[in-house]
């Protein structure tokens, strides 16, 4: 690959005002996949290009859609539609990036998850959409997204798109858009779906492949650990201490958290410094002209400020954030293990994270191995290791019998041996045993551990079964033994019981005879020894006529309240 400034044909092609921008975001060389698509896509031809993430596929549409676009015009003239929201937000901003100097020209990231009334607000003006396919479709169903004026249509990661159920929605939109336009699509593969959209939507397109071994880094030891978001400070510190890097790079993915950082390490003693998009050019050129001489050790970037950082000696690059885009995990770690050189990579990742580690692994066809973090005591003793082996390095010094006169004054004064003495000074150094950091786990063990105690609950269940068992036949004796007095208590008070109701019944019969002799006599004679209250509610109605066989209550009467109320 040939340098921007030696390739005097890219020059004619490109907009000086783009290659001063690019040149400032880093890109000092072009990817293989950049060399072949953007010279198609300038010429106008439709293409097809199959690439891994982490390729540069972004500035191989982004250059030439930018070229294209008319500032002065402020109608959608491009529209790039990707699978996730956060591919989306990168995009743009890389865009915007590469737009820096051409002025009058807008670009808005439209998805899912955000309030739609802020989305339509800013699409007054807008050139250049980058979205999700749902949320351009629910804008074009609004009438808020027109594409009568687009010229340039991008599919970014065709193939997760389809997998993510986006098909009907990407052939709609395609088929929406009226007039003559190019139309790129990028796929890391491609499958029957991907093909027949490229035939019923493109012309004679173009097929630029890149081979996947791009993304291989062999020379790089992967590791990640499970830590929780608050302890990611001291995470990073303990990481330091035990390792003890020359140089090291620290990633974030916000420019905030960039500055938080390095204003803990230069707390802890550290010779960091911070490197993002706020700072001015000046500030970013001395900060790089520190860590390349060494003078700072640690620097912590975003990755869009990164993108210029090309030094060889860099032993260690920490994710302190992993990145939204496997393409930008791919940039950081490929900062160490240069010429020949092994490198590490540490990357910290939440419990919840762990799908992304996943992830990183498939498209990178790597391994990131799960470790825990050092332990306060073997920090500790690596922090004692490196202050007595730079001590040690002084012994041949010319000062050192001064010195040895200095200490044994001391000792004399304190009554102290040497080997107490020199322990306290140690001690001043490396300071205390940290507390341990403990590892975010999701909720509940891990399934070794679960299964690992169930099998050894089930051997103490199995002694204990046969305890229990005896118990249980002892315990159903002794139940069947008492359920047998039971039985014939039982059958005793049911005798008794069956007595007193023959009793009963008699002495019912004999009073029914004695009610219905009076009740006779009171027909006779007309009255009733009851009065009227006493009577059944089928008995009487409510104006006192003895006939009927229900009673209804009486309906209240409805309140009629003056009209003014």
Excluded at 386 to 392: E, G, I, M, T, V
Excluded at 462 to 479: H, L
């Amino acid at each position: 690959m040939e340098n921007l400034n030696e390739m005097e044909n890219w020059e004619e092609l490109i907009d000086d005002r783009i290659l001063r921008a690019v040149k400032e975001m880093g890109f000092e060389k072009f990817s293989p996949i950049q060399e072949q698509a953007i010279p198609c896509l300038l010429q106008g031809e439709d293409i097809i290009g199959q690439a891994q993430t982490g390729t540069g596929k972004t500035a191989a549409f982004g250059i030439p859609a930018l070229q294209k676009i008319d500032p002065d015009f402020r109608k959608l003239q491009c529209i790039i539609l990707c699978p996730t929201r956060e591919l989306a937000i990168q995009a743009a901003e890389e865009l915007r990036k590469i737009a820096k100097y051409m002025h009058g020209i807008k670009v808005l990231p439209v998805y899912g998850g955000q309030e739609i009334g802020k989305q339509i607000n800013g699409l007054r003006g807008v050139q250049i959409i980058v979205g999700t396919p749902g949320r351009v479709m629910d804008h074009m169903r609004r009438h808020t997204i027109k594409l009568d004026h687009v010229n340039t249509v991008v599919l970014d990661e065709a193939d997760e798109m389809l997998n993510m159920g986006f098909r009907e929605d990407m052939e709609l939109i395609l088929g929406q858009i009226p007039g003559e336009h190019q139309t790129a699509l990028f796929s890391a593969t491609m499958p029957q779906p991907i093909l027949e959209i490229t035939g019923q939507f493109q012309n004679n397109a173009r097929l630029v492949r890149v081979a996947a071994k791009e993304l291989t880094i062999p020379l790089v030891s992967q590791r990640y650990y499970r830590v929780k978001n608050q302890d990611k400070d001291a995470a990073c510190i303990r990481l330091l201490e035990y390792y003890q890097p020359a140089l090291c790079l620290i990633f974030c993915n916000t420019k905030v958290k960039v500055d938080e950082l390095s204003e803990v390490l230069k707390k802890e003693g550290f010779r960091a410094e911070g490197l993002h998009g706020d700072m001015s050019q000046h500030q970013r050129d001395a900060a790089m002209h520190r860590f390349r001489n060494g003078s700072t050790n640690i620097l912590i970037a975003t990755d869009v400020a990164a993108r210029g950082i090309d030094v060889d000696n860099v032993e260690a690059v920490i994710n302190y954030d992993i990145p939204q885009d496997i393409e930008y995990y791919v940039h950081r770690i490929g900062r160490t293990g240069r010429a020949g050189k092994t490198g590490r990579s540490f990357t910290f990742a939440t419990a919840r994270e762990g799908y992304r580690i996943r992830e990183i692994e498939r498209v990178c066809h790597t391994t990131i191995e799960e470790k825990k973090l050092p332990g306060a005591a073997k920090v500790l003793k690596a922090k004692a290791d490196k202050y007595l082996n730079r001590a040690w390095e002084l012994h041949e010094h010319e000062d050192i019998e001064l010195m040895k006169s200095f200490l044994q004054h001391k000792m004399d004064e304190e009554g102290c041996d040497a080997l107490e003495l020199a322990a306290v000074m140690l001690k001043a150094q490396v300071g205390d045993k940290g507390p341990e950091i403990e590892a975010d786990r999701p909720a509940g063990r891990s399934r070794g551990e679960r299964f690992g105690d169930r099998r050894r609950d089930s051997g103490r269940h199995g002694e204990g079964r046969g305890e229990r068992f005896d118990d249980r036949r002892q315990g159903n004796g002794r139940r069947e033994e008492g359920r047998g007095e039971r039985f014939d208590d039982r059958r005793k008070r049911n005798g008794r019981r069956e007595e007193g109701r023959g009793e009963r019944f008699d002495d019912r019969r004999k009073g029914n005879g004695r009610r219905g002799e009076g009740k006779g006599q009171e027909r006779r004679e007309g009255g009733s020894r009851r009065g009227n209250h006493d009577r059944k509610p089928g008995d009487i109605r409510r104006d006192g006529s003895e006939k009927g066989i229900a009673l209804a209550r009486p309906k209240r009467k409805k309140s009629i309240l003056p009209e003014s109320e």
